[in-house]
């Protein structure tokens, strides 16, 4: 017996930290996640009947999340916003400076990761960062085991070339 469909609200409530982190890891800007974000369980609201259980809900989730942020990568060159308030505090301002080593690492990782072209670091960002297996990668990104294994290894090469650069003060 099948288990039932979840509902749109249950998707959101236990996927939607790893939806917004997937956003960010396929360079979606911080001020622009959260609506990204909202497209995306707008989706999955609309699109939910459809879903067939051929894949994990996550391997769902992650497809729904390449097109929504390459759609705003299409956009975002058309867009410009222009400040017009004068910004105010954040009141996260104390527990965000507490965690500065932490934003500087993630920073530099994002930075790390746009210098990645789109196949080797969608391989990356689910093998590496959010834990798939090498099998699961593949059918996310629907390409061949092998080919899955040559894009994380060109990855991590350049990664890699890219922290000794950080090193040699190449990069911030």
Known sequence: MS???PTSRQVFDEHAPYVFRVLKYLGVRDADAEDVCQEVFVTVHRKLDEFEGRSSLRTWLYRICQRAASDHRRRAYVRREVVTDPATEDPRLPRMQDARGHVEARSTLQFLLDRLDEPKREVFVLYEIEGLTMREVCEVIDCPLQTAYSR???????????LEDEGKGGAP
């Open 3 to 5: 288990q039932p469909r």
């Open 152 to 162: 994380l290894h060109a990855a991590r090469e350049a990664l890699t070339r890219a």
